[in-house]
């Protein structure tokens, strides 16, 4: 069965220092201090510690191969975006890590599928990007679910999304820059708590501003099996009942009537909740994704779902069917 894993992150094994280059900013370079081993550093702070399979190519298909995985859609690390900079040193960047991913996908044609990542903060530039990473071979762009503390509903960001269905260019929405961030460092919570409600606050900003219901041919997909949205949409329909004049103020349809016009990956690391995922987002709009090659991801790329009692029809839409309908890929692309 070919399995496409469909939410990793990958970076160039050497980054130029952009600080240095632009004179100011905490841009992240890495740290090559141990064979095999890099130190991301942010500014003087570090940041975490990668290993070689965040950007060896060979490394990650042999380990890949050990799951049965033959494809991943690799787009950069988060907080690589650098939507706080200025627009035209952030389109630098994207450039140099776009056309790192599309080098791998051409030199990788089998094993990688590349989005890209734009400067959201400047509309101008981020088209003419996404227009680019069209031109270099990558099928979509991975965006953070806020810019700069701005929802994604800001009509600054509409002609972007726009822009994004008229190229036929898929979007990964990945939580990034979480609300409250220092306000619970400790226990890791804005990793447990934050990225959950940050996903949920991408998906009703996308519900609740309208842009599903202006741009139904965009073919967006939420990282973390949508965040907190899903086992909330009971309180979200009421809030939106109670509360109309609150809640549906830019958009007055139901937020229910969403549910299987977007796409979220499998990381749940829960059968139970995946269950409730496949039935409330629907089984056609489910992907499989591990968040590779961090910990808190699933390095078991999908052997969970495989334990559960799915046909294997469903189990090959999650695997990789699904994954080409949203990406609007052929799958003799990669089985021929």
Excluded at 32 to 46: L, Q, V
């Amino acid at each position: 069965m070919l399995k496409i894993d469909m939410h990793t992150h990958i970076i160039p094994e050497k980054l130029p220092r952009f600080a240095e280059k632009f004179g100011y900013g905490d841009f992240i370079y890495l740290d090559h201090h141990r064979p095999g081993f890099a130190r991301m550093m942010k500014g003087d702070n570090f940041f975490r510690e990668i290993e070689a399979n965040c950007w060896d190519p060979k490394l990650r298909i042999e380990e890949y191969a050990g799951n049965k995985t033959q494809v991943q859609v690799v787009c950069t690390i988060p907080v690589m975006f650098s939507y706080w900079a200025k627009p035209q040193d952030t389109l630098e960047l994207s450039r140099f890590l776009n056309d790192d991913l599309a080098q791998l996908v051409a030199d990788y044609p089998k094993h990688y599928i590349g989005l890209g990542t734009i400067p959201m903060q400047d509309t101008k530039l981020a088209i003419q990007e996404l227009e680019r990473c069209k031109e270099i071979g990558l099928v979509g762009i991975q965006i953070g679910s806020n810019i700069n503390d701005l929802n994604l509903n800001e009509e600054q960001f509409f002609p972007i999304f726009q822009a994004c269905q008229d190229l036929g260019m898929a979007v990964l929405v990945h939580p990034w820059n979480m609300m409250g961030f220092h306000s619970m460092e400790k226990y890791w919570l804005p990793w447990l708590v934050g990225m959950p409600a940050e996903t949920s606050r991408a998906i009703c900003s996308f519900i609740f501003g309208g842009i599903f219901e202006r741009l139904p041919e965009l073919r967006c997909n939420f990282a973390h099996a949508g965040g907190s949205f899903l086992p909330t949409i009971g309180r979200v329909e009421h809030g939106y009942n109670c509360r109309p004049d609150l809640v549906a103020i830019d958009n007055d349809h139901n937020p229910r009537e969403y549910l299987g016009k977007f796409w979220v990956d499998c990381i749940t690391h829960d059968p139970l909740l995946l269950e409730y995922i496949l039935k409330t987002a629907g089984p056609k709009k489910v992907t499989l994704g591990s968040d590779y090659p961090f910990p808190l991801g699933d390095l078991e790329i999908g052997a969970f779902i495989e334990k559960m009692d799915l046909a294997p029809p469903q189990v090959e839409d999650i695997f990789c069917n699904n994954t080409l309908d949203w990406l609007n890929l052929d799958r003799k692309a990669f089985t021929i």
